[in-house]
């Protein structure tokens, strides 16, 4: 008899193809990070809560669904802990930026705006916000995992997203 063994189902998750998965969708991100995001915006963005950062320096909304989906994956195997700490803070310090860029989002700018401009202006805000809410919910994954280290929950991360929810 042939049994069919899910990818998922292995001895040592940590060898699993969704583990594998999450690691290598860090080190795409974090090169992104290190080539698209300058030194001097990164503390920019620390510094200062009204602080918008550009688009380029923003992930796209399919890696950040990526990122979701194979966190909710390695949550529900109890396993994100084993995430080294310093890139699971990392990496919520990154989905921060992206949850912050649409927390004071305007969704109808000056009234005298026209008809055309408006609908052009509230694509672009709810395709941010698409963002933002993946951000929100790959970094809600995280920090709901059973076992995380203490370091990980950032208290600013907590913060922007409930404020983003509102």
């Keep these: 008899k042939q049994q069919l063994i899910n990818e998922d189902d292995m001895s040592d ?6 583990f594998k998965r999450f690691s290598k969708l860090l080190d ?20 200062d809560d009204d602080f918008e950062p550009s688009p380029e320096t923003l992930l796209s909304l399919r890696k950040l669904e990526l990122l979701s989906a194979e966190a909710a994956k390695l949550k529900q195997m109890k396993v994100l802990n084993c995430i080294p700490q310093d890139r699971l803070v990392r990496l919520l310090n990154i989905l921060d930026r992206h949850i912050r860029d649409s927390v004071r ?29 993946e951000a929100a919910v790959a970094s809600f994954h995280i920090l709901t995992s059973p076992d995380m280290p203490k370091a990980v929950y950032l208290e600013d991360v907590i913060e922007r997203t409930v404020m983003f929810i509102k």
């Design 105 to 133: 989002l305007p969704l109808n700018p000056e009234p005298e705006t026209l008809e055309e401009e408006l609908y052009c202006y509230q694509k672009k805000a709810l395709c941010r916000m698409q963002v933002s809410a």
């Design 13 to 18: 998750p940590l060898q699993s193809a969704s």
């Design 28 to 47: 795409i991100i974090f090169e992104h990070e290190d080539e698209m995001v300058p030194e001097n915006f990164k503390l920019s963005a620390v510094e």
